[in-house]
């Protein structure tokens, strides 16, 4: 009887790590999905290329059932998925298992087959032939340096629209003419319908699928199929589409590639943009990477040769970048810089584009009424009793809600603590920004847009629309309004308090800053008609600093130069190469005591003379959520391999050492961390 190797879904901590035997009747392709007996239960598995452990004179389990209707995955899928496993420290089962839709572990092959009927009759919309703009010299010269090759993947940095979108087109058109499956990521499943409009306008004789978290599991299912049969041409999606099957994989495109929601922040804590890196070089795809803001790390990679880099600095049509003007709240009178948020150089502004009949844009990247309430007589302030952190008031519902673990209750009438009914907002999210410029700005139309106003289904999209009808004067929001919207009447963007970014522990968030911005002026001035009179309105109390500078000269290589200078000094990333241990217990001595013991086992394996710094363990900077406290040790290296090998040696030791530390909730490892 041929043994097969099967990988199933393991959890994190199981001592299962790799695939298990079972033995089959027949021999059976590597990628094949099976069932197979763990346990007391039967449990969908992958048949494995390589890898189990054969255990002599022990009697193996056999398969119990085939999928024998479903291809088998992709033998570079499998290869992706091992290097995912490996790099950030999971089971090969676990991250596999998550890969996959959830229905399809659920069939057996007669369901199976059923489905891949009903998939058959899966036809594309159809429609009139696209009308092509013509290209852009920049545009021309992009796609030339990207169909000649020499790197597997081009940084394409192009401004706010220099028409980046058009060449992720043509490039996905070239593809499907040699007969390749294109993927699509983008940073947000809010962005996916307006993509997905774009794509089907310009490919009506094709399959188009999307996957993100948005879809219902039946929905993920049929997409999956189909660009697992190849039925598909193109994929787009969020994150989770990196691991799509694609057996004719010939292009991925990677937009807004320095976005945060790219990097995973449970489980397997992946990089979608990084192993989309990695599995052009696995499958002979071509990786196209976009941004108007690169992030250092990618721009590094540019400018030392390992991506090809495409510049595209000019806007189509020429319209000019908005005008950035920084307005010194030093020297705004007290009242109106702390009270009101609304310095009178910023008011001036809006009532110029009220008069014009232009919009306008403020962000705040806050949401909620007031990040905290305060009592005026005593000390008291709206803390979470559960987090270290306050509740923020929201005035809509009179609720003070946990940004953290959700805890809400309604607003208290007085103080709890000295029954005092002067209890006050004391600083300002969105919500009151909305008030206060409905209030400073009569008949105005405001809006807002924020997690809040979104929350049901198809509200974004609604809003959106009456932005672009022009039913909005002023659209207050967070950054979700900065981002890929192609507003055409904006003509003012007003950042309110961005400052807290510039002094921030968290080293990405100066970058961060940029970037929003960066995009957020990328809004005004679409329409060349009005891109003279368009302008960014900076708010701040630090107008010398270096980063607005930089944004004043629409600079981003400035900027990324004297960042990466301080990088390399501080010795972090991309100059260096972080892991992050983190660990949660009841007490904060019980948190630090584990990730002291596992400092002492990455000593024992020589980590210091690997070139690996353990720090000491700190508390997160937000320490208690939900009643737990959470501490975290950093881990630095020069080299990515030696931090890998150290990673690799220690983790295994770390499952054990559980036994020892009663107070110990979880712990879990997070490789390439975005904050530390
Ligand atoms: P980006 O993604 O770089 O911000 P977009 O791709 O959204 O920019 O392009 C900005 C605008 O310019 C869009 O409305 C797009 O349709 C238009 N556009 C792009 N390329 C061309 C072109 N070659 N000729 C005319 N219009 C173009
Ligand atoms: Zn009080
Ligand atoms: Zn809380």
């Known amino acids: 009887m041929p043994t097969v190797a099967v990988v199933v879904d393991t959890p994190q901590h199981s001592t299962v790590r790799g695939p298990l035997s079972y033995a089959a009747d027949e021999a059976l392709p590597a990628g094949a999905l099976v069932q197979v007996p763990l346990g007391r239960r039967t449990v969908c598995g992958i048949v494995w290329p390589a890898g189990a452990e054969e255990e002599p004179g022990v009697e193996l389990k056999p398969v119990a059932g085939v999928l024998r209707s479903l291809p088998p995955l992709p033998a570079s899928w499998c290869r992706l998925v091992e290097f995912a496993a490996g790099y950030y420290q999971r089971s090969v089962g676990e991250v596999a298992h998550a890969a996959l839709p959830a229905e399809l572990r659920k069939l057996d092959d007669a369901q199976l087959a059923q489905r891949l009927k009903k998939l058959a009759k899966l036809a594309p919309a159809g429609g009139p032939a696209p009308q092509l703009p013509e290209l852009t010299e ?284 002067d209890i006050q907002p004391l600083g300002r999210g969105t919500e009151r920004l909305e008030e206060q410029l409905a209030v400073s700005l009569p008949g105005a139309r405001v809006a807002r847009i924020d997690a809040d106003t979104t929350r049901l289904k198809g509200t974004l999209e609604s809003q959106l629309a009456s932005v672009h009808a022009g039913e909005v004067d002023v659209l207050v929001g967070t950054q979700m309004v900065a981002k890929g919207h192609d507003f055409r009447r904006v003509t003012l963007v007003a950042a309110v308090n961005p400052d807290a970014a510039l002094f921030s522990s968290d080293f990405r968030a100066g970058e961060r800053l940029f970037a929003l911005l960066m995009q957020a002026a990328g809004r005004a001035g679409r329409d060349a008609a009005q891109a003279g009179r368009s302008e960014m309105l900076i708010q701040t109390w630090h107008p010398t600093h270096p980063l607005y500078a930089a944004l004043r000269a629409h600079d981003y290589e400035a900027f990324a130069a004297e960042t990466l200078g301080e990088r390399e000094m501080a010795g972090l990333p991309p100059h260096a190469h972080l892991a992050l241990l983190r660990a949660e217990a009841r007490t904060q001595e019980a948190a630090q005591a584990w990730l002291q013991d596992a400092a002492r086992v990455a000593d024992e394996l020589g980590a210091a003379a690997a070139g690996v710094t353990l720090y000491p363990p700190v508390p997160m900077s937000i320490a208690r959520v939900a009643n737990v406290e959470r501490a975290q040790m950093l881990l630095e290296a020069a080299s990515r391999p030696a931090l890998q090998r150290l990673l690799s040696a220690w983790l295994p030791e770390l499952h054990g050492l559980r036994g020892a530390h009663k107070g110990l909730l979880r712990w879990a490892i997070d490789v390439d961390p975005l904050a530390i």
């Open 138 to 421: 920049e545009q021309v010269r992009a796609l030339e340096a990207l169909a000649q090759g020499g790197a597997p993947t081009a940084l394409l940095h192009g401004s706010t629209g220099s028409g980046k979108t058009e060449v992720y087109l043509r490039a996905v058109a070239q593809a499907l003419q040699a007969g390749r499956q294109a993927l699509v990521l983008v940073p947000e499943i809010n962005l996916t319908p307006q993509l997905e409009a774009r794509f089907a306008e310009r490919f009506p004789d094709r399959l188009i699928v999307s996957l993100h978290s948005g879809l219902t599991p039946a929905q993920r299912l049929r997409h999956w199929l189909a660009a697992h049969l190849g039925r598909a041409d193109i994929v787009l999606g969020t994150r989770m589409a990196v691991f799509a099957s694609l057996p004719r994989l010939g292009l991925v495109v990677v937009d807004e590639e320095h976005d945060p929601s790219y990097k995973s922040q449970e489980g397997a804590r992946y990089s979608a943009r990084d192993l989309a890196v990695y599995r052009g070089k696995l499958e002979g795809a071509t990786v196209l990477l976009g941004s108007a803001t690169p992030s250092l790390e990618s721009w590094y990679q540019a400018q030392r040769g390992r991506y090809l880099k495409l510049s595209m600095p000019t806007r189509i049509g020429g319209g000019a970048l908005p005008r950035v003007r920084l307005v010194d709240m030093n020297h705004v009178p007290k009242e109106a810089a702390f009270s009101h948020a609304l310095s009178p150089p910023l008011m001036e502004a809006l009532q110029q584009r009220l008069a014009r009949g232009e919009q306008s844009l403020v962000l705040l990247n806050r949401r909620g009424y007031a990040p905290v309430l305060q009592c005026l007589e005593c000390a008291w302030k709206s803390g979470c009793p559960h987090c270290s952190a306050w509740r923020v008031f929201h005035r809509s519902d009179r609720t003070l809600r946990c940004h953290h673990c959700g805890y809400t209750e309604r607003v208290p009438r007085a103080c709890p603590e000295c029954g005092n009914p």
